[in-house]
């Protein structure tokens, strides 16, 4: 069975008639917008196959910015392929092989051509086996390359890999190993990461296609008519361009602020999936790097040493929490004084830190 890709968001917002902008995930289409360069190059890589080569991509881009849209663009180019889904779970990182198992389910029917070593190891490392001794990790990289080729001997395959950063090590090695050795076969890997989350080794060689923020006039259009253009690239600035957070947030104001008649709100509602990311990415600070964050969060024009100096006045190290928000990525030093990565970080610090602590 051929899986599809991934399940549309159902979750509800006002209806079209009422002049909301699109959801999340209503269509295709509407999401893909601005991406024609890049949808260009995914048909490119699928043309290459298809003459008879072999091809290996990996989209990277901060959460929400249309990394799972290009993987359903790409299966919505390959009628003529297989495609086999590979979709990361946060839950299941820790699971050895819970990854390949997707490959396995898919593929299946195959085993009996693959070589009976490779075959075995494949088996016991999906649990279709019982054995007493752990699988070599080769054998089962080697088996699932010969599984794939042995798809592909009926017509060129697509592994699709959504959000590599979840796949447990043990897949995303094997998957990794197989893409490098599958040069004489019609095998494509398109894969999605999130910016700095794999390892260089892991992919290394293999073209990287970074998407960064739409454009104001690609904001325009995807948020539709009834946003006026001003509040559409007002929020493309406060967004950075991201496709999810113009979606979700354009989606929470009134009609008044859609139309530029009222002002918009100084603290972005991000929504459920890009709150939840960039509050797990603040978790993982310190408690005097977030209040370093929360400081540059409500002051944009502060400098490096006012903040160090507020933060020190208070019984903090300021240096050392500004250097560990900047070791995590969270902000990012300019001849001008700090910057978040991205403009999404700023509004998750204001929103995730209570009335006390924005006050002190």
Same mark, same amino acid.
């Given at each position: 069975m051929t899986p599809s890709g991934p399940p549309q968001n159902s979750a509800s917002t006002q209806s079209r008639a009422e002049g909301a902008p699109v959801a999340w995930g209503e269509s295709l289409e509407s999401v893909l917008v601005g991406r024609e360069p890049e949808t260009a190059r995914l048909a490119a890589m699928l043309d290459v196959v298809?003459?008879?080569?072999?091809?290996? =991509?990996?989209v990277?881009? +901060?959460? /929400?910015?249309?990394k799972s849209a290009l993987l359903r663009a790409a299966e919505q180019q390959a009628p003529d392929f297989r495609c086999v889904w590979v979709r990361g779970v946060e839950s299941e990182q820790l699971m050895a092989y819970a990854g390949l198992h997707q490959v396995g389910a898919s593929l299946r029917g195959r085993i009996s051509q693959v070589p009976p070593a490779q075959a075995e190891a494949v088996e016991v490392a999906l649990g279709w086996r019982v054995s007493a001794a752990a699988p070599a990790r080769f054998l089962v990289a080697a088996g699932a390359m010969s599984l =794939?080729?042995?798809?592909? +001997?009926? /017509?060129?395959?697509?592994?699709?890999?959504?959000?590599l950063h979840w796949i447990d090590q043990e897949s995303a090695s094997a998957l990794a190993f197989a893409a490098r050795r599958l040069e004489e076969d019609q095998v494509a890997f398109l894969w999605s990461a999130r910016d700095g989350s794999v390892p260089a080794d892991?992919?290394?060689?293999?073209?990287e296609l970074p998407l960064t923020g739409l454009s104001h006039a690609a904001a325009r259009t995807l948020v539709g008519p009834r946003v006026a253009p001003s509040v559409a690239d007002r929020l493309a600035d406060d967004t950075g361009g991201n496709p999810l957070g113009l979606l979700e947030i354009s989606s929470r104001l009134s009609d008044s602020q859609r139309r530029g008649a009222a002002p918009l709100p100084d603290?972005?509602?991000?929504?459920?999936?890009?709150?939840?990311?960039?509050?797990?990415v603040l978790a993982g600070l310190s408690p005097p790097a977030r209040r370093a964050v929360l400081l540059c969060a409500l002051d944009p024009t502060a400098s490096i040493a006012s903040v160090a100096a507020a933060l020190s006045a208070t019984g903090d190290d300021g240096e050392a929490a500004l250097d560990e928000a900047v070791d995590l990525r969270v902000l990012v030093p300019l001849d001008t004084g700090l910057a978040f990565r991205h403009p999404l970080l700023r509004s998750a610090a204001v929103n995730a830190a209570s009335s006390a602590e924005r006050r002190r």
């Open positions: 298809r003459s008879g080569g072999s091809g290996s =991509l990996v990277t881009g +901060a959460p /929400g910015i249309g =794939l080729a042995a798809e592909a +001997a009926h /017509g060129p395959v697509l592994v699709l890999v959504d959000d892991l992919l290394r060689g293999v073209p603290r972005l509602a991000l929504g459920e999936r890009l709150e939840g990311h960039y509050r797990q």
